[in-house]
């Protein structure tokens, strides 16, 4: 069964300094797609980033990129030259066939930027 | 940008009543969800929708849920009977296929208090 876990409760940042959250993730199936996504105090669900196991590359988008260790089976969100409006909950989520292609999500890591 | 709509934002309702969630996924996607996330905590995945009939479901979807796409437009959940351990956030979310980099899209939730 398809698992993961994202071990940091809370992370403080300064604003402009870039951080990295941690994603591990657990699975049977050679083909499964990572996600980030970000919450804001007002509840909404935003996608950032998405990462193919099969990808060759790592993903970036803009400010976001993830750090995709397959052998380790990681997929941390380095958010770079944070902004006051990236303080958020922050999902990793996973979709494969071994969990019959829903998308589950961890626990989360509230990230706090400090001005 | 197309966006997934839900209705009410927030549902007040009495324990034992019966409650409907209202969702409108975006027009030309064909998977549909609902999450629920309990205050502050893991986003956890009720039930998916595909081709007019339920694909899964989760243990917590149990015979006082259920779904329905009355009129290719719609996506309802309903809660037969709520108990005080229903108040949650609900989500709805679509995607246009369930593998691959297509992300789910969130509407911005039903906060729902059951007293």
């Known amino acids: 069964a398809q698992k993961i876990t994202q071990t940091q409760p809370g992370m403080f940042v300064q604003e402009k300094e870039a951080v990295t959250l941690d994603c591990t993730y657990d699975?049977?199936?050679?083909?499964?797609?990572l996600f980030w996504y970000k919450q804001p105090s007002s509840g909404e669900m935003i996608f950032l980033i998405y990462?193919?196991?099969?990808?060759?590359q790592n993903a970036t988008e803009g400010r976001y990129s993830l750090n995709f260790q397959k052998a380790r089976k990681s997929a941390n969100l380095v958010i770079s030259a944070s902004q006051l409006g990236d303080s958020a909950m922050y999902f990793c989520a996973m979709r494969g066939r071994d969990g019959g292609f829903k998308t589950i999500f961890g626990a989360g890591t509230r990230l706090f930027v400090k001005a | 940008e197309p966006e997934v709509t839900q209705t009410p934002s927030h549902q007040v309702t009495q324990m034992g009543q019966e409650v409907i969630l209202r969702c409108v996924p975006i027009?030309?996607?064909?998977?549909f969800y609902w999450y629920r996330q309990i205050l502050g905590q893991k986003v956890e995945f009720l039930v998916s929708f595909y081709n007019n009939e339920i694909s899964e479901k989760s243990e917590i979807f149990d015979d006082q849920f259920s779904v329905e796409r009355p009129d290719g437009s719609n996506f309802t959940l309903k809660i037969r009977s709520t108990k005080l351990e229903d108040s949650a956030m609900y989500f709805c979310?679509?995607?246009?296929?369930?593998?691959?980099?297509?992300?789910?899209?969130f509407g911005n939730g039903t906060r729902l208090t059951v007293t």
């Open positions: 027009s030309n996607h064909l998977y």
């Open positions: 979310a679509s995607t246009l296929e369930d593998r691959g980099r297509s992300p789910l899209h």
């Open positions: 699975t049977s199936d050679p083909s499964y797609g």
């Open positions: 990462q193919g196991s099969y990808d060759q």
